[in-house]
């Protein structure tokens, strides 16, 4: 999905999948330090980013010209660094970044199968970036859509029963 300027939409990150509970530490973002990188976007003129950290995953999803701006803004901000997250991490560009993003607020890439807590904090972060001017048409249409899935997901299917553990 390609955008303003040569951009491209982006998901970045890490989770439980290859990066250990210590690695995934190094790149945990506290609320200041979310609201920090928000602001470092904005000033570097990425137009749109939504960004998640969780116990089990740090994620940024958004546009920019090359997925490293993306990384640069996640490193600058945590304890990672750049060749810790290229051990460990994924960059999904375009039509994958958006079934990523499917699979994350679906439950369908959670440590425990269903699991929807992930669609809350999904809703958060896209809040917290349309407080700072950082939600463009595209992405707010697209999280909207990834609400619906999931609740469709939830109201239509055994997955959020409670049949699955870890």
Not at 45 to 59: A, D, F, K, P
Not at 90 to 102: D, P, R, T, W
Not at 139 to 163: C, D, F, H, P, W
């Amino acid at each position: 999905m390609q955008h303003q300027k040569n951009t491209y939409f982006y998901a970045i990150g890490l989770s439980y999948q290859k990066a250990d509970a210590e690695v995934r530490g190094h790149f945990s973002l506290s609320d200041t330090a979310k609201q920090n990188l928000l602001a470092e976007a904005k000033h570097n003129g990425i137009e749109s980013l939504i960004v998640i950290s969780t116990c089990n995953r740090t994620e940024l999803y958004g546009f920019a010209e090359h997925p490293y701006q993306l990384i640069h803004l996640l490193c600058e901000n945590t304890k990672g660094t750049v060749e810790e997250f290229q051990d460990v991490a994924y960059i999904h560009k375009g039509k994958n970044a958006i079934s990523h993003l499917f699979r994350v607020g679906s439950g369908l890439d959670s440590q425990i199968l269903g699991d929807f807590e992930i669609i809350s904090q999904l809703k958060f972060a896209a809040r917290a970036s349309k407080k700072e001017g950082l939600l463009n048409s595209f992405t707010e249409r697209l999280i909207n859509s990834v609400i619906q899935a999931s609740k469709r997901i939830k109201n239509e299917t055994e997955l959020s029963s409670g049949a699955t553990s870890v």
